[in-house]
């Protein structure tokens, strides 16, 4: 069965700093583009972060560059998502999710990926 877990999620203030992780399992993932995404309430799922099977390659939403740092361990089958200089506008539940590779595939948009894990909550107070 495969699972996608992320942790690291709660309460920060603003400026602070917060480290999701994302254990897969139930198959390799190691030549898999993995990404974060997040969802607001009321609001629709909005690609973050992502990076490719070798981890030499990442690519990140305007509003995070600078600030998010996405990685990857495929050694323990484990994607990272390092949070710096957050705002209350990052407020939300982040998902990790994993999309087999080929050429021409969106990884910037949902349907770029197959599995989904079932998210951790990021709050950062004003």
């Known amino acids: 069965q495969v699972q996608l877990v992320e942790s690291g999620g709660g309460l920060v203030q603003a400026g602070g700093s917060l480290r999701l992780s994302c254990a897969a399992s139930?198959?390799?993932?190691?030549?898999?583009?993995m990404g974060w995404f997040r969802q607001a309430p009321g609001k629709e799922r909005d690609f973050v972060a992502a990076i490719g099977w070798t981890g030499s390659s990442t690519y990140y939403a305007d509003s995070m560059k600078g600030r998010f740092t996405i990685s990857r361990d495929n050694a323990k089958n484990t994607v990272y998502l390092q949070m710096n200089s957050l705002k209350p506008e990052d407020t939300a539940v982040y998902y990790c999710?994993?999309?087999?590779?080929?050429?021409?595939?969106?990884?910037?948009?949902?349907?770029?990926?197959?599995?989904w894990g079932q998210g951790t909550q990021v709050t950062v107070s004003s």
């Open positions: 139930g198959r390799t993932f190691s030549r898999d583009v």
């Open positions: 999710a994993a999309g087999r590779y080929y050429s021409g595939r969106n990884y910037y948009s949902v349907p770029g990926y197959d599995y």
